[in-house]
């Protein structure tokens, strides 16, 4: 059988860096003890010296302590209780704006300056020309279709009997697991329960209100006191349990997410005349929608979760900017782009059926993020629906530039001039 191109590429690599003899001795178990972990100290000024010490002895230069353990950060230590353990000290990412970014949604009526986080240049740019563009053509219109955050616990019985047991008695004492869920918060509430079996197993889909926080440790919380109960009053005892099976999502692109959604689901539309199309975004309209089936071509052929062309990019850097839990874009970034001609130009639709965000805990509390968030003027509770809206029209506008910019030849010279320094 004949080796790929690309293996052999590897092996000839492998053998230009290192004897495959001394290869082999570098993956051997090492018998020396290793150094002691380090502790878990709070964050404070104290707790980050004394890191810093242990860091530079191990040989780490004194100039990354001078970056990223600067005054202000050693000031506000007290701040990140709750937020991280071991800190050494803040990471700087550029911060720009998009906007005004006009939104008329069912909860964000308004015209938005939105921070985004970000390193890759060309990003803000991107989304700026989209805004620009919904911007003059009165916006984008956006609505909330629902919102609940799942957690999946798995419960192992001795047999598919007993499994078909515990379902039945779920099912009789749902008030109940769902008083012992909500005991443990002030704000969630347990929408549904919902078995699923699979021989001795049984996955319970957990699905959660969390009001204006994001809700991963809040439903986590709950679960955890629904199971508790379960395993109380059960008439049937499990041989083994887990509060996660894997089963809701969480952090992954899922066809579960997809469906039934996670978090919050929003959809977002906007008409943008042809003569704002083309002065600017620089690209006839047929040839976007002729990108447009390519490119969902494109996402079929290679099994894609969903069809877009970077939800990611506007949601990680939002992410960043506002505090919220960064892995979660995993599953967020998922969801659908469509464009098609309108009586007056080109409609463009994006649907996210899985974003996880929030306005209150989490990261949501620190100087920098909070500071987002105010900038957004979408701080605290009661807000929480508003971002997730701004966010999908925020999604809208990237897909809008990004296609005519492929469609229109402008992706590779964009980025030479904004990421290069250089015109072409």
């Known amino acids: 059988m004949p080796i790929p191109p690309k293996t052999q590429h590897f092996l000839k690599k492998l053998k230009a860096t290192a004897d495959p003899v001394d290869i082999a001795a570098r993956l051997e178990p090492r018998a020396d003890t290793p150094p002691p972990l380090m502790t878990l100290p709070k964050p404070s000024r104290s707790a980050i010296a004394r890191i810093w010490s242990r860091l530079i002895r191990a040989g780490v230069p004194e100039t990354a302590r001078t970056i990223l353990a600067d005054e202000q950060t050693l000031t506000g230590a007290g701040h990140y ?39 890759e240049a060309a990003l803000v740019a991107s989304y700026a020309r989209g805004a620009k563009a919904v911007g003059k053509s009165g916006g984008v219109s956006v609505a909330t279709l629902g919102e609940g955050v799942l957690r999946s616990p798995a419960f192992r019985f001795a ?72 395993l109380k009053s059960s008439p049937v005892a499990p041989r083994s349990w887990f509060l996660e099976a894997n089963f809701s999502g969480d952090k992954k692109a899922s066809f579960l997410g997809v469906m039934l959604g996670r978090g919050r689901r929003v959809t977002a539309q906007a008409d943008i005349p042809e003569d704002v199309v083309e002065a600017t975004l620089g690209s006839p309209i047929d040839l976007i929608l002729e990108y447009g089936r390519v490119a969902n071509l ?37 969801g659908f782009t469509r464009m098609e001609r309108s009586s007056t130009g080109l409609l463009v639709t ?41 966010a999908a029209a925020l999604c809208l506008c990237g897909e809008l530039s990004l296609t005519a910019a492929v469609a229109g030849g402008q992706f590779g010279s964009a980025h030479k001039r904004l990421a290069r320094g250089k015109t072409p």
């Open 81 to 119: 209780v709750g937020n991280i353990e071991n800190m050494i000290g803040t990471v700087k990412v550029p911060v720009g704006i998009v906007g005004p970014l006009r939104v008329n949604g069912v909860f964000a009526q308004k015209d938005y300056f939105v921070p985004l986080a970000t390193t």
């Open 350 to 390: 994006v649907t996210l059926p899985n974003l996880i965000l929030g306005t209150v805990g989490g990261g949501t509390q620190l100087p920098s993020q909070s500071a987002g968030l105010d900038i957004l003027g979408l701080k605290g509770s009661g807000h929480a629906p508003a971002l997730a809206e701004v």
């Open 298 to 334: 494109g996402s079929l052929m290679t099994g894609q979760v969903g069809a877009q062309a970077h939800f990611a990019n506007g949601l990680a850097a939002l992410y960043l900017a506002t505090g919220q839990d960064v892995a979660c874009v995993a599953e967020s970034a998922v």
């Open 159 to 230: 047999s598919i009997a007993e499994a078909g047991l515990f379902v039945e008695w779920v099912i009789g004492s749902a008030e109940k697991l769902v008083a012992a869920a909500e005991s443990t918060t002030r704000h969630g509430r347990l929408l549904s329960i919902d078995p699923v079996i699979d021989g001795e197993l049984v996955f319970l889909m957990c699905r959660y209100e969390t009001g204006d926080a994001a809700g991963q440790n809040m439903v986590t919380f709950a679960t955890e006191a629904l199971c508790e109960y379960a």
